[in-house]
T-cell receptor, first 113, second 114 residues
């Protein structure tokens, strides 16, 4: 069973730039969720993708966007980066049922300077 | 809206001592409840989950948690802590219906001293 993998592991960007983070879901999982974890905080829900469509979104602006591909892998795109976007970005895969536990990757550490 | 409160930011215990991490949740219906553990620089690993049925649930690494509806609590326990248990622990509540939104608490950092 292949777990959730994320790339890259670390990334440094300048304010105003754009970034794309990638995630491969665990085999057999059809739902992908993205979370932002600031230093010393719990993960905050960004959005979730199911059947290649966004089906839920947290309190994040539209410059945070995503995609899910037919093989259930996913991308998180952030435009016009701000200093406060510096965080660990976690991808989690699951089945679509509400009680299906999230399986997390190790995250991408994004630093915006 | 669902929410989770973990009142203890840091806890220090001696190796071999018992452990209880507190978690209180707010949710209008029967919640899905989870405990996750995160080691430095890593993602989150599921320790255990509660959906329904027996209110005492067993998880991996010798952890257990008890769901108490009357107290809106889901505290995590371990009878004897090992040095390798040092990590950050997150309680989470999941919503049923619609999309699968899981809300996390702010975490409790566990330090284990010899």
């Amino acid at each position: 069973e292949t777990g959730v993998t994320q790339s890259p592991t670390h990334l440094i960007k300048t304010r105003g730039q754009q970034v794309t983070l990638r995630c491969s879901s665990q085999s057999g999982h059809n739902t992908v969720s993205w979370y932002q974890q600031a230093l010393g905080q719990g993960p905050q829900f960004i959005f979730q993708y199911y059947r290649e469509e966004e089906n839920g979104r947290g309190n994040f602006p539209p410059r945070f966007s995503g995609l899910q591909f037919p093989n259930y892998s996913s991308e998180l795109n952030v435009n016009a980066l701000e200093l406060d976007d510096s965080a660990l970005y976690l991808c989690a895969s699951s089945l679509e049922q509400g009680n299906s536990p999230l399986h997390f990757g190790n995250g991408t550490r994004l630093t915006v300077t | 809206a669902q929410s989770v409160t973990q009142p203890d930011i840091h806890i220090t215990v001696s190796e071999g001592a018992s452990l209880e991490l507190r978690c209180n949740y707010s949710y209008g219906a029967t919640p899905y409840l989870f405990w996750y553990v995160q080691s430095p620089g890593q993602g989150l690993q599921l320790l255990l989950k509660y959906f329904s049925g027996d209110t005492l649930v067993q998880g991996i690494k010798g952890f257990e948690a008890e769901f108490k509806r009357s107290q809106s609590s889901f505290n995590l326990r371990k009878p004897s802590v090992h040095w390798s248990d040092a990590a950050e622990y997150f309680c989470a509540v999941g919503a049923s219906g619609g999309y699968q939104k899981v809300t996390f608490g702010t975490g409790t950092k566990l330090q284990v001293i010899p």
